[in-house]
């Protein structure tokens, strides 16, 4: 990057969490810490739910997936508006009712400390590993930017987050991610129309998605029901639905969020809003991906996009056998490009035959290039067996380094470490104030001053965060950081939502019956997902619903035995 990049890149961080620290400074109590006094308006709530869950693994990984995959993981998201409106009708009133800290109170009023722990203890392993994922999405570019070992910005990035969200609490948070989003929305149409201004002067964006479409890039809604498939319309629907409900009816980084509104009204709206929006945002960013896809048509792209990669295996014993490589990578693309170029002449002609002749061409000089790039990272493999051979991740970094003029790149940078600030500011807020209510003050501390429960806030807000850096070093090893992010939550929220259904819609059934019925569900999640019996999505609908034929079947036997004694 260049140092205008830097200044205002340092200018736009700096700003933003200096506002949210300065708007914290009057946090005195524990309510202020985690739940930023129960203030918010609705807008600032919706703000704050969107860029909890708009990481950087949003603005890194997604046009990555756009690019790879095309625009079908958007369906993934076709399940959020069905579960914002019960979340609106059910969990939302109940909550702000019984006045609680975290959505795992309830579970102990309606049914016992053992249930209450075990659905804490389960929202806090999957938090804790999400959220350290959530560190190495802005790791990967400072490590790309200054070309050094991504272990070291992990623990740079992981830091700076912990000291403002130590010092602020929820409020600094919340602050922050107001104007982060702000920023977000103005980068993103920046990016699209940079994108769509570096093509060919022959290639208007209408030409841009026909060549993405005849590419099969454009593959955004699937209407064939097949459990074993990632991303169509059901799963999306059925299966969106529980995992979007699971996370923002029951998920700690959530349900903190939206309690921070000063009534029932504010923390509706504010979730309605991200209802709305989510869907035309997220089809944005793979959008642009897929832009990103289109460019690349037209001109050169790296064989791989990862640089320390690439520069670990140039100075290898394998370094000449990558340079052929990259040659016949690079003659590829030319003789891709000739068919691009021809395909191009045919939309403009309007003749389906040319066209669908033109398709077939790119389509296989594609492949021809695909093989030479798996043929690239298999010597990578064979150099370094632990490499990391999956540069999804990476795409949209090395365009906007590489492609974008001075200025817009440091912006750009900002923007993605602000999505992944707030995420992560947000995880580590909600891990805290679990931990806090959920087990020290009802376990070990029962009776101190606030004081010293918004101290013992800060410093298990300290342990997390290291905790969660311990686990972003690991976070390589996940491939696509989206779908690992996703497929994490899928092994633990159905189970969790399922505890939460029983609670507000099965009466008769007690605590006892929905622990152990939670026990076996998970332990069945777990063996689907290692014995890979169905796609990610779909764990989370089995999950929640073994959680209720268990509790039922569970409750149905202690009942008998009581009535045979």
């Not at 200054?146 to 272990?151: A, K, R």
């Amino acid at each position: 990057m260049s140092f205008i990049d830097w200044i205002i890149l340092s200018i736009t961080l700096l700003s933003i969490v200096g506002y949210g620290v300065w708007k914290s400074r009057h946090t005195k109590n524990i309510e202020g810490y985690l739940l930023a006094d129960r203030q918010l308006p609705w807008y600032h709530v919706g703000l704050s739910v969107m860029a909890t869950q708009a990481s950087a693994i949003t603005f890194l990984s997604a046009p990555g997936q756009g690019y790879t995959d095309g625009l079908r993981f958007v369906q993934f998201y076709f399940g959020l508006p069905l579960a914002m409106v019960v979340l609106c009708i059910t969990f939302i009133p109940i909550f702000h009712k019984l006045n609680v800290f975290t959505a795992y109170e309830f579970l102990e009023k309606r049914f016992d400390n053992k249930t209450r722990t075990l659905t804490a203890f389960l929202f806090l392993l999957q938090r804790g590993l999400s959220t350290g994922i959530t560190i190495y999405a802005p790791a990967i570019i400072l490590s790309t930017i200054l070309n050094i070992d991504v272990n070291y910005t992990i623990v740079l990035n992981g830091l700076i987050v912990i000291a403002y969200t130590v010092y602020g609490g929820s409020k600094a948070v919340s602050y922050t991610q107001l104007f982060q989003m702000s920023v977000i929305f103005a980068g993103l149409f920046l990016a699209a129309y940079m994108v769509v201004h570096l093509l060919p002067d022959n290639v208007s964006f209408s030409d841009a998605l026909h060549i993405a479409g005849k590419m099969d890039k454009l593959n955004a809604i699937d209407t064939k029901f097949d459990v074993n498939n990632k991303y169509n319309i059901w799963s999306g629907i059925i299966g969106g639905f529980f995992l979007q409900l699971s996370y923002f009816g029951t998920d700690q980084s959530q349900v903190g969020r939206y309690l921070t509104g000063k009534s029932i009204a504010q923390s509706r709206l504010g979730l309605v809003m991200n209802g709305l929006v989510k869907i035309p945002m997220q089809f944005f960013i793979l959008l642009i991906g897929v832009l990103v896809f289109t460019f690349y048509q037209f001109h050169q792209s790296p064989i791989f996009f990862n640089k320390v990669e690439v520069s670990s295996i140039q100075n290898s014993e394998y370094k000449e056998d990558f340079k052929a490589l990259e040659k016949a990578y690079v003659i590829a693309h030319d003789e891709k490009q000739i068919e691009v170029n021809k395909l191009v002449e045919a939309i403009h002609s309007d003749d389906e035959q040319t066209i669908n002749t033109a398709r077939t061409n790119v389509q296989a000089a594609d492949k021809k290039s695909n093989a030479i790039r798996k043929e690239a990272t298999a010597l990578m493999q064979k150099n370094n067996p632990k490499a990391d051979v999956n540069d999804t991740n990476y795409i949209f970094l090395n365009f906007i380094t590489t492609q974008l003029p001075i200025g817009v790149v440091g912006l750009l940078i900002a923007i993605i470490f602000l999505a992944s600030m707030g995420s992560m500011a947000s995880g580590l807020n909600s891990l805290a104030s679990t931990t806090i209510i959920d087990f020290y003050k009802r376990l070990f501390k029962k009776e101190e001053t606030d004081k010293s429960y918004l101290s013992a806030s800060r410093w298990t807000t300290v342990i997390w965060g290291l905790f969660c850096i311990m686990v972003a070093f690991y976070a390589s090893r996940v491939g696509n950081l989206i779908e690992a992010v996703n497929i994490l939550g899928s092994l633990f929220y159905g189970t969790i939502l399922g505890i939460f259904l029983v609670a507000f819609y099965m009466k008769r059934v007690s605590g006892t019956a929905v622990f152990y019925a939670a026990l076996i569900a998970e332990a069945f999640i777990v063996y689907a997902w290692i014995t890979d019996l169905t796609a990610f999505l779909w764990l989370n609908v089995i999950g929640c619903l073994l959680v209720m034929a268990f509790s039922y079947c569970i409750q149905f036997i202690i009942n008998k035995r009581i009535a045979t004694k």
